[in-house]
């Protein structure tokens, strides 16, 4: 009973200092929005530490999968901190890979042509809902599948929503067309698989498209745009949209795997379909694209530093166009459900262990890459090859489970604003010793509209008196500035409360629930698709 004594004058002792302490909520401002952040100081050494079992990982693929040679990268916080490479760029000279080897990153390319776009978009030369024939004529007598079609827009083009074919075996192969070729191709027509807007088919031709666009807004062929406008911008030095401007010494040879012996795949130069996926790059200038597309995350007011704004950035990586929903079954027999769909120029999927996630894959004839990253856990993972199609999907997921088993890979934790701290500590006083007029001071007018203010306090009364003495909890687990939830330790048990806040100045509470929580039930949600 002693401890139960000094238990209770802790809490009393607690109750009074946020009472005289904390002022009423009408006075708190929403104005302090808190980044969410990360909370492990030890976080970066524990994910470093996996990185000899990514080496292995990346290399025993290589091997397993016969590519000549191949380059990956892993990025902490938008930096990337390690590389490793394996293998030969040059079959023929016996030349190695190298940090510095240039290679094709094929589809790859249809994020840069997005944040191209976006950046036209930002400074008033276009809008995503433009009709696509108002930059580019030539459009303008398509036949559209259905009467009452809407007609193609830009923003239908960024996001595989043009109702075009999926292209990938003939799209690989345009790289080169001249710009004349791909005007008469579009006056010729384009057949549509779906009108516009209807599902998801990815479309080569609509990334060809968007690079007609960013050069007769911009007034500038799609590559000089792109160069000077983004990748000097960002100090991407080794990047390029041609191969002959590759130092040869730094060329990576693409390369397929047929009757039993590595046959050249000469690289296409650069035409009217680059902008779907012609670009070359190094390790090093890809860690930088990607640390960059990683940086707009979380979003905060420190001042813009990039070519394209962060607010853009992250626009481009959510869902614009959801696809099918698909179950897999892992190695180790676990069901997972995978939702997604694409973003502009980047594959988005919501999966169960990590929440959001972020890639592109890109292919062409010999070549294969894919870039991946966790926005919510700052980490990313990069791959380049020089085989056609290299399938890096299954070991980069291998890398990223690596990264899980040192228990660094946790996500963000968000803030809570001064309002929700508030409202916190002033609904545990109210459930610990109801007080009418404290209710009336944090309630939003509903609260009491949904339930009676009677009936919350008898309910409340109801669980305090089967719990005996209370004492707020420390944690506080929060959902977003507005929203959270924590317990209340008591003598004979534990009280879950949650609370939202109202979109109002000042926020008071809208909702307000208070239970018994289980013996083993924890604050925390297990993984994003858990419930407790």
Known sequence: M???TTVRAR?????????????????????????????????VAKLQSALPAIDSLFRAFATANRVPGIGFG???????????????????????????????????????????????RDEGRLSLDDPAERHVPELAGLAYPTSDSPRLTIRHLLSHAT?????????????????????????????FSNPPGLAYEYSNYGFAILGRIVSRVSGQPYATYLRENIL?????????????????????????????????????????????????????????????????????????TGPVRRSSLREMQELWRP??????????????????GYGFGLGITETCQFGHVVAHSGGLPGYGSQMRWLPDYGVGIIALGNLTYTGWGGVI????????????????????SDALVTARDQVSRLVVNWNDALADSIAAMNLFLDESKDRRQREVAALVAGMGSCEIGVP?????????????????????????????????????????????????????????
């Not at 698909?326 to 995978?338: E, I, Y």
């Open 2 to 4: 002693r401890q139960l």
């Open 11 to 43: 809490t009393a002792l607690l109750l009074a200092v946020v009472a005289c302490a904390q002022p009423p909520a009408s006075s708190t401002s929403l104005a302090d929005y808190t980044p969410a952040r990360f909370t492990d100081p030890e976080r």
């Open 74 to 120: 892993v990025l902490i916080d938008g930096r990337l901190v390690h590389v490793g490479t394996a293998g030969l760029r040059d079959i023929g000279a016996n030349a190695p890979v190298d940090s510095a080897s240039v290679f094709r990153i094929a589809s790859m390319t249809k994020s840069f042509t997005a944040a191209a776009i976006l950046k036209l």
């Open 163 to 191: 109702g075009f074919p999926e292209d990938n075996p003939w799209g690989d192969r345009q790289l080169d067309a001249t710009d004349d070729a791909m005007g008469a191709m579009m006056r010729s027509g384009i057949p």
């Open 232 to 304: 000097r911008p960002l100090g991407m030095t080794s990047t390029t949209m041609e191969a002959a401007e590759v130092d040869p010494g730094r060329l990576a040879h693409g390369y397929r795997w047929e009757d039993d012996q590595w046959k050249d795949e000469p690289p296409l130069p650069d035409g009217a379909f680059g902008s779907m996926g012609g670009m070359l790059t190094s390790l090093h200038d890809l860690g930088v694209w990607v640390g960059y597309l990683m940086s707009a995350w979380p979003p905060r007011s420190d001042p813009e």
């Open 323 to 340: 696809r099918r929903s698909r179950v897999t079954v892992g190695a180790d027999s676990t069901t997972q459900l995978n939702v997604g």
């Open 397 to 416: 997921t291998q890398a990223i489970e690596a990264l899980a088993r040192t228990g660094g890979l946790q996500p963000r934790e968000a803030s809570p």
């Open 476 to 532: 506080f687990a929060v959902e977003n500035a507005l929203r959270g939830q924590w317990m209340l330790e008591c003598e004979r048990g534990r009280l879950r409360v949650a609370i939202t806040l109202a979109p109002t100045v000042p926020a008071r509470v809208q909702y307000l629930s208070v239970r018994r929580a289980e013996r083993a039930e924890s604050l925390y949600p297990r993984g994003a698709c858990g419930e407790n």
